[in-house]
């Protein structure tokens, strides 16, 4: 057996399973240290289902923790980033585009070098080794205690890269942690940077938030290995995690996503996932979250790595609904629901209150709001049926018929009909969908490099590339039998000499836990 948990803005889930089978779930309010909230959520999950500690596997976590941590601007580590490109490059320097606001918060000093690559892997300018120990110096100096290193075009050849980190950390010492861009993000050297400085600057929090983690789960005499979920919707363990603590970004709407796949038994479907505070609306492509294709923006920085095409909207479970004109969000409660919604007792009108008010969630006391008007609360679930068909007809980019599929606790608001879409499939347990999703995540390996395909050798690349994913996925834990391709894609770049060629593929497995 093994556990998966889900921590959300409002309720942290936890569900234990066996196999793809989910014995028992529960929901817990989240908790503002987040930590013991999951104790509770394990403790919620033995009451209703006892189980021996060594009867579990693993326990699989999906956590908020990092964006929160972004977004708000708290406990980030004073940060460096070093861009190796020159003579090119100095235009735009690290940090451009960052808002004041975070690179104040990450004391954010930036340093350009020598070095970086074509994209065909020729040197724009070899590496100034002491040219790097000055910068070192000054990072020391200014109390820098986190490093980003980015090379132009490093995702094709990132051996300066490497070269550099260990320079930097002979000059600053173990104590300074040092992210390298080729292991981070993708092609296109702005975003890249800025998803390794963000890297960079949580660092030092990742190693605090595993050790609370970790704690949490064997305060409860629990002693399995401890996985937390990425944002492609596969796992990554607690040291991968302590190196790569952006990856976790999108992991809630992934997690929801591929739980609803499995509870569903549909691998091509639009999943409507409403929480407590946000509805989540995506597509799933066989079996997995279809992955954006512009530029994700993470607390206003652009940055490239893996996401899933989430469209978000401010209506949720705890959303706050206007009395008068019945307007539903963005404004919610949160994880305060249960005690500042009407049916618990509060003072403040939400949608949760207006589902039970309609009979179609069964919490709280619902006296309190018997004296809601039928016809208004009418009007509400009208409109927030009518507000989420609208989106899910946005992100789907054919006219053909879809599945909708709705998990989440507060996919009580929806009918049992959406327009435009008809039946609406609830699957069982899709309040915790999102905790299921965690608990079968998949492990995974990518590549994305731009390859000079010379005539006649496209197979033989191709056929290069794709063990080179599976190879990486095998590496990162997966079982070698499970594993296969999930996602191909190759876009030749006319506009490059060489028959130059993007190719991104992407392997998954299932986990070895004898691993």
Known sequence: MHIGIDVGGTNTDAVLM????????????????VTSGIVQAIEDLRARHPFQDTQIDAVMIGTTHFINALVQANRLAPTAALRLGLPATKALPPLVDWPEALSSAI?????????GYEFDGRPISPLDPEELRKHAADMKS???????????FSPVNHDLEVETGRILADELGPEVAISLSHEIGRIGLLERENAT?????????????????????????ISAPIFLSQNDGTLMDEDYVRLYPVATFASGPTNSMRGAAVTSGLATCAVVDIGGTTTD????INGFPRETANEVKVAGIRTNFRMPDVLSIGIGGGSIVDPVSGEVGPESVGYRLTTEALVFGGSTLTAT???????RADIGDPSKVAHLDPDFIRRVLDRIAERISEAVDRMRTSPDPIPVVAVGGGSVLL????????????????????AIGASIAQVGGEIDKVFAVEPGHREETLAQVRAEASDKAV??????????????????????????TRIRVKAVGDLDMGA
């Open 18 to 33: 066996e196999g793809t089978r989910a014995i028992e779930g529960v929901k817990h309010s989240t908790t503002p240290d």
């Open 107 to 115: 004391q954010g000093r930036s340093y350009l070098a020598h070095g």
């Open 142 to 152: 200014n109390g820098i205690r986190s490093v980003a290193v980015s090379s132009v």
């Open 197 to 221: 400085i963000i890297n960079a600057a949580l660092r030092e929090l990742a190693s605090e938030i595993v050790d609370g983690l970790t704690a949490a789960v064997r305060a409860e005499g």
């Open 281 to 284: 609306i995506g597509l799933l």
């Open 353 to 359: 209150d207006i589902a039970v008010a309609a009979g």
């Open 415 to 434: 009918p049992d009909r959406l327009p435009l879409f008809g039946t609406v499939h609830r699957p069982e347990n899709y309040a915790v969908a999102n």
């Open 475 to 500: 590496a990162a834990g997966a079982k070698p039998s499970t594993v296969m391709i999930v996602d191909f894609d190759e876009v030749p770049l006319p506009y490059l000499p060489g028959n130059a």
